[in-house]
Every structure is written in structure tokens, then in C-alpha cells.
């Protein structure tokens, strides 16, 4: 799996749009990138993904870059229930396919 | 509620002493998993299963043995406790075919649980 490198940590204020960058420049054409969080003291949850388009679903949007080496995801609205470390994990779509997770980023939203 | 559960959620334990943590999805899904997250939160891979059978074994000590008695039940026994095993251990389940909920190949989570070894 290709790896990742995502900011520590990042703040943003309640009701504006939260802008979680990651770096993937070793992505290869079959792998996705996905979005994962977790909330403290609960297992990660799934957000999104995308293979090149742009995504968008109830949670977020995932804006990927032409050339597939960096993402975005994008909490439109971010509410303190939005506090959560975040993960981009890069990997092949096949099935049974384990999540590498890294450090993820450490959103906090503050009120 | 369709779920992955975990029981139990919190686990005390002596060194030395063989435990074993239950993992059941009702998602009719095909493929379970048991990740580690340690002290510092990193969140591993340990073990995977796809319809009962082991697809994946993250060279973790052969103190640690999953069982899937069925495609619905992960579990994860573990003899000789070690002080290093105290960590927070996930399931998770997920279906590399189209699944009815969720998305395809996304991953659903229980709850985890803590082990603390002393």
C-alpha cells in the first residue's frame, strides 16, 4: 500500500468548512484513497473514497488531485461532533483488502 | 441494529492468564478482521478472515489465535498474556462483494476492547 503523510494535527472553528489535506505521490493507478476517523474511544468509522474523480456524500467531499498524488477531504460544515483524528489510507480496491492506517490528523473543532 | 459488537469491552487481567475477546457481525458480511491499537495509537492489522478461513496473519506472536467458528463470529484467543498486549483491540468486518449496506469494501468497526494486562 502506498503510504501517506497527513498534517498532525489542525484546528478549525464550529460551522466552517474543515480542509483535511494528504500527500500520496507514490499511489499507484489501482489504489483508491479512502477516508477513515475515529472518535475517541470508538472504532474508526468509514467516510468516503475515490479512484480520480471527485466524491461527495453525506459526510464530506473527496477532491483528488489530476495527477492522483494529493487529496482533500472537505467536512463542509464541521460541528464539535466532527472532533476526530483522520485518516487517508491509499490501497488496492480488491477484496478482503487490510487498512494500513498511519497517524492520521488530529481535527479539533472549536466552538 | 445492524453492528459488529465486541464482548467484553473492558478486560483486566494477570500476566500469565489466557483470555479471549468475541467479535459478531450481523452485516452478512464475508471477511472479518481484529486490528491492535497500541498506547500510542497506532492502529495495526492483525488478523483476517474471509469466509471462515485466515487470509491474513500479520506475523503476530502464535500466542494469539483467531477462531471463526462461522462467517459471523470472529474471536481472538490469547494465552500467556504479556504486559505488551494491554492495548485497545478492534474487529471490524467488511464484504468485497456489493453489500446490501454500506459501502463496497468499506470496513465497519465494533466498538473495541481494552485490555489492560498487569
Known amino acids: 500500500d502506498a503510504k501517506t503523510t497527513q498534517p498532525t494535527s489542525m484546528d478549525c472553528a464550529e460551522g466552517r468548512a474543515a480542509n483535511l489535506p494528504c500527500n500520496h505521490s507514490?499511489?499507484?493507478?489501482?489504489?483508491?484513497v479512502y477516508w477513515y476517523r475515529q472518535i475517541h474511544s470508538q472504532g474508526p468509522q468509514y467516510i468516503i473514497h475515490g479512484l480520480k474523480n471527485n466524491e461527495t456524500n453525506e459526510m464530506a467531499s473527496l477532491i483528488i488531485t489530476e495527477d492522483r498524488k494529493s487529496s482533500t477531504l472537505i467536512l463542509p460544515h464541521a460541528t464539535l461532533r466532527d472532533t476526530a483524528v483522520y485518516y487517508c489510507i491509499v490501497r488496492a480496491n480488491f477484496g478482503n483488502e487490510k487498512l494500513t492506517f498511519g497517524t492520521g490528523t488530529r481535527l479539533t473543532i472549536i466552538p | 441494529d445492524t453492528a459488529v459488537s465486541q464482548t467484553p469491552k473492558y478486560l483486566v487481567t494477570q500476566m500469565g492468564n489466557d483470555k479471549s475477546i468475541k467479535c459478531e457481525q450481523n452485516l452478512g458480511h464475508d471477511t472479518m478482521y481484529w486490528y491492535k491499537q497500541d498506547s500510542k495509537k497506532f492502529l495495526k492489522i492483525m488478523f483476517s478472515?474471509?469466509?471462515?478461513?485466515?487470509?491474513i496473519n500479520e506475523t503476530v506472536p502464535n500466542r494469539f489465535s483467531p477462531k471463526s467458528p462461522d462467517k459471523a463470529h470472529l474471536n481472538l484467543h490469547i494465552n500467556s498474556l504479556e504486559l505488551g498486549d494491554s492495548a485497545v483491540y478492534f474487529c471490524?468486518?467488511?464484504?468485497?462483494?456489493?453489500?446490501?449496506?454500506?459501502?463496497?469494501?468499506?470496513?465497519?468497526f465494533g466498538p473495541g476492547t481494552r485490555l489492560t494486562v498487569l
Open positions: 507514490t499511489i499507484s493507478g489501482n489504489e483508491y
Open positions: 478472515y474471509n469466509n471462515k478461513e485466515l487470509i
Open positions: 471490524a468486518s467488511s464484504s468485497p462483494r456489493r453489500p446490501t449496506s454500506g459501502n463496497y469494501n468499506e470496513q465497519f
